[in-house]
């Protein structure tokens, strides 16, 4: 017995099936793109068609710039939204459209694509010492959060990364920790996913908490306080060869311990020294290393992800980076 398709997969179909007729098809296009008043509708159709983005737009020049105009048009509401919640502690600086493409599979063959709002904003003087909480809710039950605390001027920044490689563990992902420290001034990125290969999710439903704004706590990588037996490298059993992780000439290892027996854990502390962007395949993320007093962007991570877009990590001059790496059975 054949499956009845889904109200939302047949939709394209009845599309095409419209557009097969010119007169239809014309009549279509001046109801959309000629009358005035339908921009709820046509966010509407975007909003079903989303999967078929390319197709839709190849329609015709009209329903190129049509759509592509309608998105614009709702990521900008979605963008206002924001800075009117974020008021007293952001200034909105700039926001961007970005896809990603990936691949589904190991052949490579079939590609899909994630689309982002990327928001840039200044952290606004007044809040050193505090740690700020952004959240929204979206679909009208879902709810997303971003956190970071927030240092004085001119202050010297320690940032951890983890990563694991051990046999069991097939995919070796990167952890960037989760609430990273922005120096007063700087700038932070959030990247508000509204579509992906799982879901979309309609703008018009994201809604902006009130901040929180609470006093900041140490925050320690999970692989540190996991282990209690710390040994600087030259007490340890199983001693790395240390020219393997040296990352010259942009970050100087300056401090090694490990922990650990069956699974071992190394904890290696770089300082940034050295001006450039680079890519170390140890450490596995992007990493550029910025003159003092250069302004910083930092993109902040969805609390309760381990790994979600890849971004650069900007350093300063002096900043410390700490690299987590477990190894073993």
């Not at 709820?40 to 839709?56: G, M, V």
């Not at 679909?139 to 956190?147: A, C, F, I, T």
């Amino acid at each position: 017995m054949q499956r009845k398709e889904s109200k939302k997969a047949t939709i394209p179909k009845m599309m095409a099936r419209v557009l097969q007729y010119q007169d239809a098809s014309d009549k279509l296009t001046q109801f959309l793109f000629i009358k005035q008043g339908q921009d709820r509708i046509r966010r509407i159709i975007l909003a079903f068609l989303i999967a078929d983005f390319t197709n839709l737009i190849l329609v015709s020049g009209q329903w190129y710039v049509g759509f592509h105009q309608t998105l614009k048009e709702w990521l900008e509401d979605l963008d206002n939204r924001f800075i009117k919640a974020h008021l007293h502690i952001l200034s909105f600086k700039n926001s961007d459209f970005l896809q990603t493409s990936f691949c589904v599979d190991n052949t490579k063959t079939k590609k899909l694509f994630r689309w982002d709002r990327t928001i840039i904003s200044e952290v606004l003087n007044g809040f050193n010492g505090k740690c700020i909480t952004i959240a929204f809710k979206y679909n009208r039950k879902y709810r997303s959060q971003y956190k970071f605390d927030v240092l004085p001027s001119n202050s010297k920044r320690v940032i951890w990364i983890a990563r694991e490689q051990t046999k069991h563990n097939f995919e070796s992902v990167t952890q960037v920790m989760n609430i990273q420290p922005i120096i007063s001034g700087d700038c932070v990125k959030i990247a508000i996913n509204f579509y992906n290969k799982m879901t979309f999710i309609d703008p018009d439903t994201i809604e902006f908490e009130e901040p929180q704004i609470e006093q900041s706590k140490e925050c320690i990588c999970p692989i540190q306080s996991l282990f209690f037996d710390w040994v600087s490298i030259q007490y340890a059993k199983q001693r790395p060869q240390l020219n393997d992780y040296q990352v010259h000439p942009h970050l100087n290892l300056i401090d090694c311990r490990c922990a650990g027996v069956d699974t071992v854990a190394y904890q290696f502390v770089y300082e940034a020294c050295e001006l450039g962007s680079f890519r170390n395949d140890l450490i596995g993320i992007p990493i550029e290393v910025v003159q003092q007093g250069q302004e910083v962007v930092t993109e902040l991570n969805k609390v309760g992800l381990v790994s979600d877009r890849e971004c650069k990590l900007q350093l300063r001059k002096q900043d410390q980076l700490i690299f987590y790496l477990t190894s073993g059975d």
